[in-house]
């Protein structure tokens, strides 16, 4: 017998669920798991413009796994967790080549698709094949929390396996994509985080955080995020109408993007004329010196500061100032680094916070 929260679910679903989306209702399982990997850790707003360009720019598995590495980096720019970028690349190339393009249609097999986990795996078995799998996630956590009245921290081993157990219950194993889909709607505009709908909730008569007054209590969590705070200054060397770049290494945040040479600290140290020398001197064994830090010109070079920027991670917290250092002519040092022009410059794939940065002050320093 079908739950009454599954029949809730399917009633709301046809009667009031018409939040459009690009990928809603789709069959094919290379959209379906191009917007999964894309909505990964991303709101649904942000993903959709991303979803609609990856679309049009690689329309098969083919096409964006025959593209170059930096022009999906680039077409992902923005949407952080570059790991995920790298995994889609890696799993096209997979596809293409060694299953010729045809995505698996079993839950197994999707689950060892790289960058894949238990909720892209169930999400693409169930809409693109109605197989029976239950997604779960934060909205299914919100949802089945309060309507069960479940005070079990849904960041344990013991909540987890508590609420897949529950969703695998209610899931409709005749209309497993349908009824998916409709829970993850049903999360995200009625039984929000903040400011859930109640008074129009079609599961409140049993909805048991409701009859309860625990709406706002429930889910719980445990553990709370520690992030680590990481202090980032941005040489941007300039000559001659190019800028110097390095591709970041894999291991570390931002793998395989690029960025402007970079001095991290253990904090944002101020920044004066000893302190530029410094880095110049002992780091790279530049003996110019600069005279005054802010637009000041000896001995061909030039500098000045830009002002600080701020980007909060899942567990880091990153400021990041950047340091504008012209030279006349390039540096031994530096002879066979990559020097770009500024049109190189804006098709390279950069992290957020240099890209906040590339744009009204870049600009005006350019004119400088």
Not at 136 to 161: E, H
Not at 220 to 239: A, E, G, P
Not at 359 to 368: A, E, S, V
């Amino acid at each position: 017998m079908t739950k009454a929260f599954t029949q809730l679910l399917l009633k709301w679903n046809i009667a009031s669920n018409h939040r459009p989306m690009p990928w809603k209702g789709e069959k094919d399982p290379y959209k379906i798991w191009l917007s999964e990997i894309i909505l990964q850790q991303t709101r649904v707003e942000q993903g959709w413009a991303y979803y609609e360009k990856f679309v049009t720019t690689y329309p098969t598995v083919h096409e964006l796994a025959n593209a170059k590495d930096e022009k999906v980096l680039k077409l992902w720019e923005g949407l952080g967790y570059y790991n995920r970028c790298k995994n889609l690349i890696f799993t096209a190339r997979y596809i293409s080549k060694k299953l010729k393009g045809v995505f698996p249609n079993n839950y197994e097999s999707l689950l060892s698709l790289k960058g894949v986990g238990p909720y892209t795996a169930s999400a693409i078995a169930s809409f693109a094949y109605n197989l029976p799998y239950a997604v779960v996630d934060g909205n299914v956590f919100r949802v089945l929390a309060r309507f069960y009245g479940i005070d079990t921290p849904t960041d344990t081993q013991q909540g987890i396996d508590l609420f897949n157990k529950i969703a695998d219950e209610n899931l409709s194993k005749k209309q497993a994509g349908i009824y998916n889909q409709a829970l993850m709607d049903f999360g995200a505009t009625v039984c929000k985080p903040s400011t859930p709908n109640c008074a129009d909730c079609i599961m409140k008569k049993k909805c048991v955080a409701f009859l309860n007054n625990q709406v706002n209590q429930l889910p719980i969590k445990v553990k709370s995020i520690t992030r680590k705070k990481r202090y980032f200054d941005f040489f941007c060397f300039y000559s001659n109408g190019k800028w110097l770049v390095q591709k970041r290494l894999e291991g570390d945040i931002w793998g395989g993007l690029y960025q402007f040479y970079l001095n991290e600290s253990k904090s944002l140290v101020p920044v004066t004329v000893d302190y530029l020398n410094e880095v110049l001197a002992q780091q790279l064994g530049i003996s110019s010196k600069i005279g005054r830090v802010h637009l000041n010109q000896t001995k061909g070079v030039t500098a000045s500061v830009s002002p600080i920027y701020n980007q909060a991670l899942t567990h880091q917290l990153l400021q990041a100032r950047f340091l504008l250092v012209k030279f006349d002519t390039i540096p031994t040092v530096f002879s066979k680094a990559l020097w770009v022009n500024q049109k190189q410059l804006k098709q390279l794939p950069f992290p957020k916070i240099i890209n906040q940065f590339l744009g009204q002050d870049f600009i005006n320093w350019c004119k400088t």
